[in-house]
């Protein structure tokens, strides 16, 4: 079918992001490497976007969706959150650059007033909803605590206020989320920021076609850190 949009090749360098909050921050360390996206994701449909430099483009997708890219050589880079990272398990991918973006901590919630330590000593078995089921496994199975994990994909707060489970585990950074449905965090599993991630036999094998654009961006955390203007 000559309509199908071919497979383009791109002899050029493939960076995923998701879209938001990661874009968002994601923008401005590029822009210090002088690539800045010539579409906007927000009002365009399309996910391969050209940039400024001839040689990069970016691809859009799921969050959750970009180890697997950069894991596949999809993308050459890409850029998730630790969470993603963990939960993915993120064996053949190389992290050389903690963004310091997206910064939050996934955490242990529960209903106010419900009683956590107390259950926890009495050695209740805690429902526990949560779309990272490795992580709070791996957690609650280090602490010693039985859980019975219920996976949700979306708006972990109603779980506990709807009776499907007795806490959370979820991202928190503000805390307005979890107050605003009359949760709050007990308990830390981890720090959360977002790593420019690289395929790791690529990083082997193509250091040198990857490494330019790894430097300039690690470049940027660095000046963003002293707080210098972009
Ligand atoms: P989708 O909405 O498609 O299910 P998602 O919820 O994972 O995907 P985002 O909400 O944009 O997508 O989150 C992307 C990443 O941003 C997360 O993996 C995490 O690293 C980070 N993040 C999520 N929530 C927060 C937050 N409240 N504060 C700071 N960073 C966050
Ligand atoms: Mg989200």
Avoid at 50 to 73: F, H, K, N
Avoid at 116 to 131: D, H, P, Q, S, W
Wanted: proline share 6%.
């Amino acid at each position: 079918m000559t309509d199908l949009v071919p497979n383009t090749p791109f002899e050029g360098i493939t960076l995923a992001l998701s879209k938001g909050r990661i874009f968002g921050e994601t923008v401005p360390l590029l822009a210090r490497a002088g690539i800045s996206p010539l579409v906007d994701p927000d009002t365009s449909r399309q996910l391969i976007l050209p940039t400024t430099r001839a040689d990069v483009r970016l691809v859009i997708v799921r969050a959750s969706d970009v180890p697997t890219y950069v894991e596949r050589g999809a993308a050459d880079l890409g850029v998730a959150g630790l969470d993603v990272l963990l939960e993915h398990g993120g064996a053949g991918l190389h992290q050389p650059v903690d963004l310091c973006i997206a910064r939050c901590r996934l955490m242990v919630a529960v209903p106010q007033g419900f009683d956590y330590e107390g259950a926890i000593r009495r050695g209740a078995r805690l429902r526990v909803a949560t779309k990272y089921a490795a992580l709070a496994r791996a957690h609650f199975a280090a602490k010693g605590v039985h859980v019975d994990l219920i996976k949700l994909y979306g708006s972990m707060e109603l779980a506990p206020l709807t009776g499907l489970a007795d806490a959370i585990v979820d991202l928190v950074s503000s805390g307005n989320t979890l107050r605003a449905n009359h949760l709050v965090a007990v308990e830390p599993i981890a720090d959360i920021s977002s790593r420019l991630v690289v395929n790791g036999a690529a990083w082997k094998l193509q250091r040198a076609r990857l490494a330019p654009l790894v430097q300039i961006i690690e470049q940027g955390v660095i000046e963003a850190s002293k707080g210098e203007p972009s």
